[in-house]
Every structure is written in C-alpha cells, then in structure tokens.
T-cell receptor
Framework: GENVEQHPSTLSVQEGDSAVIKCTYS??????FPWYKQELGKRPQLIID?????GEKKDQRIAVTLNKTAKHFSLHITETQPEDSAVYFC????????????FGKGTTLSVSS | KAGVTQTPRYLIKTRGQQVTLSCSPI?????VSWYQQTPGQGLQFLFE???????NKGNFPGRFSGRQFSNSRSEMNVSTLELGDSALYLC???????????????FGDGTRLSIL
C-alpha cells in the first residue's frame, strides 16, 4: 500500500524566513496531495492541495510543488509569521483508495519573532 | 456553513467497555471518513461511509465499526476497549460524489478517548 515519508520532523525558523517541508510517496497511482495544519488542541485544517495533473499551486504565502516522476511533493511557506507555528501534515490518496488519506508523520514548525 | 461536528469532545472509559462516537458532516457532504490520531502512529484511516454504506476500510480490527444514517451523520463504535485505543478520533467529511479520491476533506475537532 501507499507509504508517505515526511521531512523534517521539526523545523525552526526566524520570522520572515521561508520554510520548506518535503514528502515522498510510494504509490505511483496516487493522484491527490493535501496539506493540513494542526495547531495544538485543534482540528487539522486543510491549507492547500494539489492534484496529479498540476505541477505547482500557490495561495498567498503558501505554495505546493509536485514532481510525479520522483514521487515527491513539497510545501513552501514564505515570509513566515509566529502564527504559522503548528504541526503540518502531508497526505496522499489514489483513485483505488477512495477517500483514504495516507498521512506523513508531521512536521512541527516553530517560527520565532 | 457549519463545520464538521463531533460529540462528545472527551470520553473516559475503562478496558473492556464499548464506546460510540458521533460525527455530523458539513451540510451537503455525503462522505464521512474516520481517522485515529496517536503520537506514535500519527493519523491513520479507519473507514469511510457514503450513502449509508461502508465504502472503504483501513487496517483496524473488527472491534472498530461504524455506520451512517440517511442524513449522512455517522457513528463509530469501538467494542472491548483496550489501553491502546486511547487516541484522538477524528472524522472528516467530503462531497463523496464524482471522484472521491481527490476531494477536499474537512475535519472535525475530534473526540479524545482515554482508556483507564
């Protein structure tokens, strides 16, 4: 089945710096890659997603890139702010798996001012 | 639109008991998926319900079961509770029609289950 590896597990940046989180997946049939942000004690919140027919997607300070050949995708956050501090999860799903999202282990991002 | 609502928020049970958790999806969403979140295993898919039918299932024992009602609300049941079942149980809803594998899923706040 699908396996998603996420790196790094922790990331500390200064306010205003950029942050990059990388994920690799194993199932070449995966076609949907969402990213979730989870603040302490709160629900995972969908922040951006990308489908396999697209190479890059941006939403203000957040962007996601997908390399289907290498089977990896990345989250880029520019001009980080203290409120970006949270745990970020990448996930993958495939047509065969339906709605089942396979998640990475998460990255704890700390933005210090 | 109201978001995904899960009840109760917290539950304390003892080993051997059973528990039922509830999830009300976003209005118009017909698919409800359940996930278990633990520090060690992260977020793991339990199962998905659509139109009152289990459409997909993860690798959890038969003690974990669920159902969905005609209004798309879903319940999850865990029988013969074990210490290892202590976790945050999250449900997520999505439209469920068309191509379900690439539709955004929106999570509820979860039910924190503690087994003593």
């Amino acid at each position: 089945g699908e396996n998603v590896e996420q790196h790094p597990s922790t990331l500390s940046v200064q306010e205003g710096d950029s942050a990059v989180i990388k994920c690799t997946y194993s199932d070449s049939a995966s076609n949907y890659f969402p990213w979730y942000k989870q603040e302490l004690g709160k629900r995972p919140q969908l922040i951006i997603d990308i489908r396999s027919n697209v190479g890059e997607k941006k939403d203000q300070r957040i962007a996601v890139t997908l390399n289907k050949t290498a089977k990896h995708f990345s989250l880029h956050i520019t001009e980080t702010q203290p409120e970006d501090s949270a745990v970020y999860f990448c996930a993958a799903s495939s047509y065969q798996a339906g709605t089942a999202l396979i998640f990475g282990k998460g990255t704890t991002l700390s933005v210090s001012s | 639109k109201a978001g995904v609502t899960q009840t109760p928020r917290y539950l304390i049970k003892t080993r051997g008991q059973q528990v039922t958790l509830s999830c009300s999806p976003i209005s118009g969403h017909r698919s409800v998926s359940w996930y278990q979140q633990t520090p060690g295993q992260g977020l793991q898919f339990l199962f998905e319900y659509f139109s009152e039918t289990q459409r997909n299932k993860g690798n959890f024992p038969g003690r974990f079961s669920g159902r969905q009602f005609s209004n798309s609300r879903s319940e999850m049941n865990v029988s013969t509770l074990e210490l290892g079942d202590s976790a945050l149980y999250l449900c997520a809803s999505s439209l469920g029609t068309g191509s379900p594998s690439n539709q955004p899923q929106h999570f509820g706040d979860g039910t924190r289950l503690s087994i003593l």
